[in-house]
C-alpha cells in the first residue's frame, strides 16, 4: 500500500485491487497508517483518497535504520559466540 501511494493518491477500493484483502481490510490498514502519521486522508465529494505523507516516513525510515544497526550488532556478536563455541569444540 505505502508502495502505491508512493505514486499517488488512492481511494480504498483502488488500494485494494491488488491485493487478495477486502475493502474493509485495506480500511484498517489505512487507519494504522493514518494512526503513524504515514497517510492523510481528505474528502473529495464521495472520494476519500488517501495520500503518503512522506516526511514521516522518512522519519520513520530513520527510526527503523537505528533499530535495523543494533539488531545487526547483537547478531554480529552472536557470530562470534558462536565462532568461539565451534572452535573451542575442534
Known amino acids: 500500500m505505502v508502495e502505491r501511494l508512493s505514486s499517488g493518491e488512492a481511494t480504498v477500493s483502488e488500494l485494494s485491487e491488488p491485493f487478495s484483502l477486502s475493502q474493509p481490510a485495506i480500511t484498517k490498514h489505512l487507519k494504522v497508517l493514518e494512526r503513524a502519521g504515514l497517510v ?20 520513520a525510515m530513520e527510526w527503523i535504520e537505528r533499530y535495523k544497526r543494533a539488531w545487526e550488532a547483537n547478531f ?6 558462536l565462532d568461539r563455541q565451534d572452535h573451542d569444540s575442534q
Open 40 to 59: 492523510s486522508r481528505s474528502r473529495d465529494a464521495q472520494r476519500r483518497p488517501a495520500r503518503l505523507n512522506p516526511d514521516r516516513l522518512v522519519t
Open 76 to 81: 554480529n556478536r552472536l557470530d562470534q559466540v
